[in-house]
């Protein structure tokens, strides 16, 4: 539903967008726009893309110039096929990713399943460049690198655009600040809570958990890892290892805890010890793959690791003049991790809600309760898979069962095809932790 003057302001002229990987000059950088998006992940750059094919006036910042890496799984699951297909990238994308057919799940004991699935592999640096351009194209204008520093609010309190900082971060000479009003902040920014704390979003500022990861080549086990493989093991209780295939040899290899396990001492916000680089020593330690990948391959990168927001939850979902979105509200999935496709999703979500600001009948006085309504209402759509995810991720603190769903995938079709049904998302996952769920598994 296309939105023009009739539901935002109009705004001025465009000025040009800044050659990417040059620092903004000052003159140029815009004072007004219509929505103003705050982060150039996934949710953010689908949110500006969507808006900006509307003829909504987009300004899209991150505080990283273009490309850039993040630190993921690259994993893409069929939720993020669909997405990307409703983006118009899947094509391009799937001309640059490893596709592959199956998610092979290795348990304690070192047997396997493979579970057919269309999935793929799809380092963040290259998607979320793809991504970033997609929403240029659309109209939306990019400024990078910006920082978000706080929101600039009218004398209601409402969120009237937002006050952002150029510069290294280290209070140097070189910064510098610069305001822009916006009828509309969305606020895709990831799962550091410095940015929804400043928005007065954060509910909690610990994350509900952790990853590490690291690249490697090795052209050797090219041949022999070609499906995504995610790992249990009573010395990774609590979370997993992955293996995940790129092109060219070369290999995603983490770790994490991703999901609720990781307990919030009462009162304090803090996460419960975990070192996550002898976590996953130990899953290079357990599982030959790994151990060869860490000592035989040309390594690429340090390890590095990141929060994960998950179950959308932590974080206010919006306030006037304000919405927030993909991981900052929570978007990865506790059981697995993955979390591209529901950023994409939620992005677009966001998008809905500010175009349904078009509607004829809408007045300037309803708009912001209408919005808000409408997208909290999307997310709440979304909860109750989330909420079976956040269930499904205890299963991670018994590695056992992940030996015994094996054991019974690779003898029964009816088992194999709803660990299927899981990745395609026909399935929740958290039928295994149900009474009925563990009388299927051992009678099917």
Known sequence: MPATSESLPPTP???????????????????????????????G?????????????????????????????????????????????????????????????????????????????????????VLVRAAQRAGARLLAPLRFE??????????????LRHGGGG??????THEVRARWVVLATGAVPQALTAAGMCERHTPSGVAL???????GLASSIRQLQFIWHPRMRGGYGWIFPCRDGVFNIGAGHPGSHLKLKSGKGRMQDLNL???????????????????????????????????????RWSRDGLLVTGEAAG???????EGIGKALETGLLAADALLAAARPQGRAAGLDADIRQQYESSLL???????????????????????????????????????????EERQNPGWLLSLRGMRKLLTE
């Not at 990238?89 to 269309?118: F, I």
């Not at 706080?150 to 006050?163: H, K, N, Y």
């Not at 990861?213 to 052209?219: D, G, I, K, N």
């Open 277 to 315: 680089r002898r976590f996953f020593e130990s899953f290079a330690e357990v599982y030959e793959p790994a151990r060869r990948l860490m000592s035989e391959g040309e390594r690429l990168g340090e390890l590095k690791g990141a929060p994960l927001r998950c179950s959308l939850l932590g974080a």
């Open 13 to 43: 002229t465009p000025t040009p967008t800044p050659t990417p990987g040059a620092a903004a000059p000052a003159p140029a950088w815009p004072e007004h726009c219509d929505v103003l998006v705050i982060g150039a992940g996934p949710a």
């Open 331 to 337: 978007s990865t999935y506790a059981f697995s991790g």
């Open 150 to 163: 706080s929101p600039l609010e009218d004398a209601q309190g409402r969120v009237a655009g937002a006050r």
């Open 381 to 423: 759509g979304l909860k109750p898979k989330f909420d079976l995810y956040e269930r499904a991720s205890r299963v991670n603190n018994h590695p056992w069962l992940a030996d015994l769903v094996i054991w019974r995938a690779n003898k029964s079709p009816r088992i194999m095809a709803r660990m299927s049904a899981v990745i």
């Open 213 to 219: 990861r690291t690249y490697v080549r090795h052209p």
């Open 171 to 176: 209070g140097g000479g070189g910064e510098r």
């Open 45 to 129: 750059s689908a949110c500006a893309q969507r808006l900006a094919a509307a003829g909504i006036d987009v300004l899209l910042v991150d505080q990283h110039t273009f490309p850039r890496d993040k630190i993921c799984g690259d994993g893409l699951i069929p939720d993020a096929h669909a997405a990307l297909r409703t983006l118009g990238v899947y094509d391009e994308l799937a001309a640059l990713w490893q596709p592959a057919q199956h998610v092979r799940c290795v348990g304690p004991r070192g047997k396997h399943c493979d579970v057919p699935g269309t999935v793929s592999v799809l380092p963040r640096r290259v998607l979320d460049e």
